[in-house]
């Protein structure tokens, strides 16, 4: 069936580290691709999207890039933050209208 | 974007109780969803809440446990009836304006049961 796969936290960074989530879907035919952002005690915020492929969605230095080939949507940032630990969310909408969320992978940033 | 607001933000019920909760967005939209948030866990879909008609359950609920209204394209309540502690989870309501495009989440509901 469709899914969603995120890499398994929690992943812990010193400031200004590299940040790679990986993300990867199963479904058929093209689907939107999301990455959304949980702060602790609040709700999901959006944080970048891409529609089709080798899109770019980019946002407050986050970036990931639709990749066919590879129904892939890894997240990425140059140099994190403490204020970006959070939970984040891979989800795909399906052409059938439906959303899928992957698990979620919580990053946690020291300074 | 969608501004969307949910109320009460966070309850602490006793066991045997039922709660309300209410979702207001700042714009008609064609979608909205409930969703439910275990500690730690991802997103569940409870349901879609359908503008004049039932909601559509997913498979695991039922309307008698999560009745939901939707009177308008800007408005939803959820209701959880009979809580036991099992129900303790972030309730999170969401919609989307039109086909293909963006959900946008409210702030959730933190919901407590003892």
């Known amino acids: 069936g469709d899914s969603v796969t995120q890499m398994e936290g929690p992943v812990t960074l010193s400031e200004e580290a590299f940040l790679t989530i990986n993300c990867t879907y199963t479904a058929t035919g093209y689907p939107s691709l999301f990455w959304y952002v949980q702060y602790p005690g609040e709700g999901l915020q959006l944080l970048l999207k891409a529609t089709k492929a080798d899109d770019k969605g980019s946002n407050k230095g986050f970036e990931a890039t639709y990749r066919k080939e590879t129904t892939s949507f890894h997240l990425e940032k140059g140099s994190v933050q403490v204020s970006d630990s959070a939970v984040y969310f891979c989800?795909?909408?399906?052409?059938?209208?439906?959303?899928?969320f992957g698990p979620g992978t919580r990053l946690s940033v020291l300074p | 974007s969608a501004v969307i607001s949910q109320k009460p933000s966070r309850d602490i019920c006793q066991r045997g109780t039922s709660l309300t909760i209410q979702c207001q967005v700042d714009?008609?939209?064609?979608?909205m969803f409930w969703y439910r948030q275990q500690p730690g866990q991802s997103l569940t879909l409870i349901a879609t809440?359908?503008?004049?008609?039932?909601?559509?359950?997913e498979s695991g609920f039922v309307i008698d446990k999560f009745p939901i209204s939707r009177p308008n394209l800007t408005f939803s309540t959820l209701t959880v009836s009979n809580m036991s502690p099992e129900d303790s989870s972030i309730y999170l309501c969401?919609?989307?304006?039109?086909?293909?495009?963006?959900?946008?989440f409210g702030p959730g509901t933190r919901l407590l049961v003892l």
């Open positions: 989800a795909a909408l399906l052409e059938g209208q439906n959303f899928v």
């Open positions: 969401s919609s989307i304006r039109g086909r293909g495009e963006t959900q946008y």
């Open positions: 809440a359908n503008q004049g008609s039932e909601a559509t359950y």
């Open positions: 714009s008609q939209v064609t979608m």
